[in-house]
């Protein structure tokens, strides 16, 4: 599974913390949330935790999910 990529984050003055992907916004996190974000971006692989607190994973199962006759439209 390819490592993940594409995500930034900006903390605001209010506090919150908005986090993109390809420059679409994929969170926002407020009060204590923002705050524990922070502090595991700083100690490990940014892009993971990004990827993680977003729910933005792969699980490698997006082109089987696209045959299947209820995804065909």
């Known amino acids: 599974m390819p490592r993940p990529h594409g995500f930034t984050y900006e903390q605001r003055g209010d506090g919150s913390v908005v986090i993109t992907h390809r420059g679409r916004a994929a969170g926002?996190?407020?009060g204590a949330r923002a705050g524990r974000f922070l502090a595991?971006?700083?100690s490990g692989d940014a892009q993971l935790v990004m990827?993680?607190?977003t729910g933005?994973?792969?699980f490698g199962n997006e082109r089987v999910a696209r045959n299947?006759?209820?995804n065909r439209g």
């Open 56 to 58: 933005a994973y792969k």
């Open 28 to 30: 926002t996190l407020r």
């Open 40 to 42: 595991e971006v700083e």
């Open 51 to 53: 990827a993680r607190w």
């Open 68 to 70: 299947h006759p209820r």
